[in-house]
């Protein structure tokens, strides 16, 4: 997954700028302090994993807040992510094929990959690059391990709760611990139970006996229920007996009535009644209403409405209905005419600002949205290459004056040297006086030592003749001659002296030199010139030379920006072309705008024109249908607005009259449908007495009368049997059958026996229930007493909770084994893993000084073993290269993601400290490391960073 273009809205200090990307797998973006590296990197961070919660980058002026990453990817070709934040955040991923994803799909695409696992593997800075210190098998295993895992530092952590969770609740002899004190308090629990249980051993044996006097307090009570049950059927059996005599009775008496009452309707007299009452009121009602529709033709006759206006009415309702959409289109009219002289100045006034005069030329100006933008992007390359020319030229003349002040140097340096035949000449002639000198101090020399041997003789002689002869007279006490040998001795000495001195001065003035010795001190400080002025002619031409590459790079970073802002000239010129626009470029976007406002003028001006035309279409045709239909009727020759009122008032007059005919030819309907229906129903009455009196049997009224009081009599000894009958239905038949038989005092003999029994049962059980409550009152003596059902209740209870916390210290001691041997299986396996891929990736990053990362048996911390076997610790090594193995370390990290998912590094000036040779091997390790398409954007402030890269291959931030 490589990204290939950054397309900013609003984020920090970009707002509308484009950063295209070579496609390169190491790029640097070199920018310096303030140019935007660190807020590019945030920009990549915020729009692949989302917005940071700190509002630093949000725009303060408006506009919207995001943008999009143009991405290269391995599987899905060409991706455009683009993420922006408003009232809330939008994310939308638009891939090769046309389809636009959402956040879900974007997140599979990295592999779940989140903001902080990407800052800890992917995204490194120096100071990153300064903790390898405290680093060690537990720290790597747990913190950088598991972040590629899971994303940060949980399963450490949880391992640690759950260690302190354990310990809190359980220990092997520890005494606080939760589950401790309750083992505790149950181990008293059953001691004090056991004890309790002991001391009361008659306890079970007053249970025993409550418990068989109270089964047979149930027995005696399920008896007395039953004897109840037989007292109530007795006495409802002494209840029934009447009424099932006089229910015989009824019976006998409803068999003697004739079979052919059944067929008698059961409201027979009621349903004659009341057809009979139908009956003779319709009939004097049917002769009414036939006069009525007699008096209804009559009137009917005499109205007649005009035919001809009729005809015509329902145009006249159209006209009508359309005049006020006509008075409506003549407002619009009005309305649309001032909106058209308004357009029409506004147009004017955009074809005189942008100097055309055809409506014409502005038309086929191109609107759409992919056109405007293009001519956006085009207008901003050509403002940065604009931007860029300024720079090579503040750069062309910089390198320009430089190199004009190193020639002036050089050639005031060249012009101070002596000739050279010249130089020869004095140093030959130095050497020879050099020479010359030496050769006559030697012989003057040698002629000294002599003499001074000889006086050094003398001396020696006459000193000790001086002072033989000064002894000899001191010892013969010639003190006289003694003083007189000594003052000669001491002037001898004296003169001595000084005529070594006078000699020296007489040997000397015998020869004169070839050059005096000041002659030659002068001629040798000028030679010494003469080679300080060689010496800075060379620095001179060294830096003459530095400064016309310099020179050269300035040229053919004119070449380059020729070769690659040319398209974009280009380009913005043949959009000024296309345009008609002939000014300053950087304004073209600015005329664009004002052109596609003028064009929406123009078309607003023809969708004026054509409805304003519409409009007076409808109205002609309008006008032409009222003054046609006008001079059918009449000859006079009026405006459209009365013509039409004139016919309005006809008609509604004939509307009038036919209204109502209408209401007289309706009644008269009304009134014939009133007849016809009253001869339907007298027909129906008529027809429903003869159908009740052949269901009842009878041939005339009388005889139906005769009947129907015979089967009143009937129904009302039906109505005693129904409510005997109801009063019988609450009792059940098999509980009286026993009783049937018997008479009513042998039963109420029965009832009073089952009476008597009853008590006697209800004394016994009552002597029962005192037994049982003496009893339970020694029961709650002794459970006073010694607490055994309270022990018990309290030993279950303490057992259950023993049982809880158990069950749930397993649950974590469960937990814990887990994810302990996860850990140890990471740090087995994994682990290793990934220092052999790190150490495979250090040996190169050191230049093959170190060979092997491993961790110390003794401390867990990381040692690192050199070529030579001696062994060092990460604190022991310099400060770049713990860099070295820090760098490795994180990128064998991600290398062991490689398969989930290859996301760029994102590395931030992070190896400030390394010389030239390190940040050679670096990048020839991350030259190796982009083989599998895995791309690296180097951030950096330092020029010899940028030097090291081909200029394609660097983006360069303006400060």
Not at 102 to 126: C, H, M, P
Not at 525 to 543: N, S
Request: net charge negative; aromatic share 8%; glycine share 4%.
């Amino acid at each position: 997954m490589n990204i290939t273009a950054l397309h900013i809205y609003q984020y920090g200090k970009f707002s509308n700028q484009t950063f295209q990307l070579s496609t390169s797998s190491v790029q640097v973006i070199y920018g310096l302090n303030e140019a935007g590296k660190t807020t590019m990197m945030s920009f990549i961070k915020s729009v692949l994993f989302g917005f940071p919660k700190s509002k630093k980058y949000e725009p303060k002026n408006g506009g919207v807040y995001g943008g999009v990453v143009e991405l290269n990817h391995e599987t899905y070709g060409a991706l455009k992510i683009e993420r922006t934040k408003g009232a809330a955040e939008k994310i939308r991923v638009y891939t090769a094929a046309g389809e636009v994803k959402d956040g879900e799909w974007l997140k599979q695409l990295l592999s779940n990959t989140d903001r902080a696992l990407y800052e800890a593997i992917y995204s490194f800075d120096v100071f990153g690059l300064q903790e390898i210190h405290a680093f060690n098998r537990d720290k790597i295993g747990e913190f950088l391990l598991f972040s590629s895992l899971f994303g940060s530092e949980a399963v450490s952590k949880l391992d640690g709760r759950l260690a302190k969770e354990l310990d809190r609740m359980y220990k092997p002899n520890g005494r606080n611990p939760r589950l401790n004190q309750e083992l505790e308090t149950l181990k008293q629990l059953a001691a004090k139970l056991k004890q309790a249980e002991s001391a009361e051993a008659g306890y079970h044996r007053l249970l025993e006996e409550k418990k068989n006097a109270g089964a047979r307090l149930q027995d005696e009570a399920a008896q007395l229920a039953a004897l109840s049950e037989e007292i109530r059927t007795l006495e409802t059996a002494i209840a029934a007996k009447p009424l099932e005599d006089q229910k015989t009775a009824l019976k006998s008496e409803l068999a003697s009535y004739p079979q052919s009452l059944e067929l008698f309707p059961g409201d027979g007299m009621h349903q004659l009644e009341k057809y009979e009452s139908h009956l003779h009121p319709k009939a004097a009602r049917l002769e009414a209403l036939r006069a009525k529709a007699a008096e209804i033709r009559r009137q009917a006759e005499q109205h007649a409405p005009d035919e001809d206006m009729l005809k015509n009415e329902r145009l006249l309702q159209e006209l009508s209905s359309e005049q006020h959409m006509y008075q409506s289109r003549g407002e619009q009219l009005a309305a649309i005419q001032a909106r058209l002289r308004q357009t029409s100045a506004r147009v004017a006034s955009g074809l005189q600002q942008l100097g055309k005069r055809e409506e014409e030329d502005i038309l086929p100006l191109n609107t759409a949205y992919e056109y405007e933008w293009q001519l956006q992007e085009a207008v901003q390359n050509a403002g940065q290459a604009r931007d860029r020319k300024s720079q090579l030229d503040d750069m062309f003349e910089q390198a320009r004056l430089e190199l004009e002040e190193a020639e002036r140097k050089h050639n005031m340096t060249a012009a101070n040297i002596v000739d050279p035949a010249v130089r020869k000449e004095k140093e030959a002639a130095l050497e020879a006086h050099k020479q010359t000198a030496d050769k006559e101090g030697h012989e003057l020399q040698t002629q000294l030592q002599l003499l001074e041997k000889q006086r050094a003789k003398q001396k020696k002689l006459f000193l000790g003749a001086g002072i033989l002869f000064i002894a000899i007279f001191i010892m013969l006490k010639e003190w006289l001659p003694a003083a007189v040998f000594l003052g000669a001795l001491l002037l001898y000495i004296l003169s001595g002296k000084q005529k070594p001195a006078l000699s020296d001065r007489t040997g000397l003035q015998k020869r004169e030199p070839l050059m005096s010795k000041e002659a030659a001190d002068l001629l040798q400080e000028e030679l010494w010139r003469d080679g300080q002025y060689r010496q800075q002619l060379i620095a001179d031409r060294a830096v003459l030379e530095q400064k016309e590459a310099a020179y050269e790079r300035v040229i053919r970073q004119y070449e380059e920006w020729e070769a690659e802002m040319a398209p974009f000239q280009q380009k913005a010129e043949h959009f000024m072309k296309e345009l008609g626009f002939t000014g300053d470029p950087s304004y073209l976007l600015d005329a664009y705008h004002v052109m596609k406002d003028v064009k929406s003028e123009i078309q607003r001006k023809h969708e004026l024109t054509i409805e304003a035309g519409r409009l007076q279409k409808l109205q002609r045709a309008f006008e032409e249908r009222v003054r046609k239909l006008s001079a059918s009727l009449s000859d006079q020759e009026l405006p459209v607005k009365e013509a039409l009122h004139h016919l309005l008032a006809q008609a509604e007059r004939a509307r009038e009259a036919a209204k109502r005919k209408q209401a007289l030819e309706t009644d008269l309907l009304h009134t014939e449908e009133q007849i016809r229906e009253l001869n339907e129903e007298i027909h129906y009455y008529e027809e429903q007495i003869k159908q009740l009196f052949k269901a009842a049997g009878a041939k005339n009224r009388e005889q139906f009368c005769a009947l129907s009081r015979l089967n009143e009599s009937r129904q009302e000894t039906e109505r005693k049997l129904h409510e005997i009958k109801t009063q019988l239905s609450g009792i059940s038949g098999a509980e009286l059958k026993p009783y049937v038989s018997r008479t009513v005092p042998e039963l109420e003999s029965m009832l009073i026996q089952k009476q008597e029994e009853k008590e006697q049962l209800e004394e016994k059980a009552g002597h029962h229930r005192e037994q049982i409550a003496l009893l339970a009152v020694k029961q709650e003596q002794l459970e006073l007493s010694g607490l055994v059902s309270d022990l018990k209740q309290q030993t279950e209870m303490q057992k259950e909770r023993v049982k809880r916390s158990a069950k749930e210290w397993a649950a974590l001691q469960t937990v814990r084994h887990v994810i302990r041997k996860k850990i140890e299986r990471h740090k087995k396996i994994t682990l290793p893993r990934l220092l052999e891929t790190a150490g495979a990736l250090f040996d190169p990053l050191t230049g093959g000084r170190y060979e092997r990362i491993y961790f110390s048996e003794s401390d867990d911390s990381i040692m690192v073993m050199r070529k030579d076997g001696a062994v060092f610790s990460a604190e022991e090594l310099s400060q770049a290269a713990c860099e070295q193995l820090y760098a490795a370390i994180r990128f064998a990290l991600a290398a062991e993601r490689e398969p989930a998912v290859s996301l760029p590094f994102l590395l931030d000036d992070s190896f400030v400290h390394f010389d030239r040779q390190r940040l050679t091997r670096l990048f020839e390790v991350l030259e190796h490391l982009t083989e599998g398409g895995r791309q690296v954007l180097y951030f950096t402030c330092h020029e010899h960073v940028r030097q090291s890269f081909q200029s394609e291959n660097v983006t360069q931030l303006l400060s």
